[in-house]
T-cell receptor, first 114, second 112 residues
Framework: EAGVAQSPRYKIIEKRQSVAFWCNPISGHATLYWYQQILGQGPKLLIQFQNNGVVDDSQLPKDRFSAERLKGVDSTLKIQPAKLEDSAVYLC????????????FGPGTRLTVT | KQEVTQIPAALSVPEGENLVLNCSFTDSAIYNLQWFRQDPGKGLTSLLLIQSSQREQTSGRLNASLDKSSGRSTLYIAASQPGDSATYLCAVKSGSARQLTFGSGTQLTVLP
């Protein structure tokens, strides 16, 4: 079974530039999550999708971050414009829709904003 | 708001030692608790998932316990090996949106 795929793996941009990350979840997983992990901290949930609808985006900085999940499969996370404090690893995870099922994580995208 | 704390932040042990990692959470109304392993530059690998109705789960040399009423979980690693060196993260699923809240992790180093 293929795991959660993410690209790119690494990205370096200057502040005020824009960047986009892509995620392909495990086949059949209706729920998709984007997390931000700052160095030395645990991942923090940014947004949760159920199929192509948003379940929770309470911690997404909506003035600069946006995410979409067209057709309920792949998802993209965009930052525009980036700030220095956005430097982090962005993790995508997926799971079956019910609450008891565990989440499976992708390898992450390491973003450095200079 | 759920908060998860992991102690210690870092731990170094000689190979072969048994060890315990601790996790505490503030809101006992959880659906489940998961322990993850994270290697440098890699994503998270799920080690054990304990449902709220369970007391413990075991996988090989790993044993995780859950005491929901006191808001605590422990991850026991038996006969540690250098390959166990990684950061171990605890996460609890709670809230109406069933979101995962993570601790900051314990960075484990097993010395050969």
């Amino acid at each position: 079974e293929a795991g959660v795929a993410q690209s790119p793996r690494y990205k370096i941009i200057e502040k005020r530039q824009s960047v986009a990350f892509w995620c392909n979840p495990i086949s059949g997983h209706a729920t998709l999550y984007w997390y931000q992990q700052i160095l030395g901290q645990g991942p923090k949930l940014l947004i949760q999708f159920q199929n192509n609808g948003v379940v929770d985006d309470s911690q997404l900085p909506k003035d600069r971050f946006s995410a979409e999940r067209l057709k309920g499969v792949d998802s993209t996370l965009k930052i525009q414009p980036a700030k220095l404090e956005d430097s982090a690893v962005y993790l995508c995870a997926s799971s079956f829709p019910r609450g008891g099922f565990e989440q499976y994580f992708g390898p992450g995208t390491r973003l450095t904003v200079t | 708001k759920q908060e998860v704390t992991q102690i210690p932040a870092a731990l170094s042990v000689p190979e072969g030692e048994n060890l315990v990692l601790n996790c505490s959470f503030t809101d006992s109304a959880i659906y489940n608790l998961q322990w993850f392993r994270q290697d440098p530059g890699k994503g998270l690998t799920s080690l054990l998932l304990i449902q709220s109705s369970q007391r413990e789960q075991t996988s090989g040399r790993l044993n995780a316990s859950l005491d929901k009423s006191s808001g605590r979980s422990t991850l026991y690693i038996a006969a540690s090996q250098p390959g166990d060196s990684a950061t171990y993260l605890c996460a609890v699923k709670s809230g109406s949106a069933r979101q995962l809240t993570f601790g900051s992790g314990t960075q484990l180093t097993v010395l050969p």
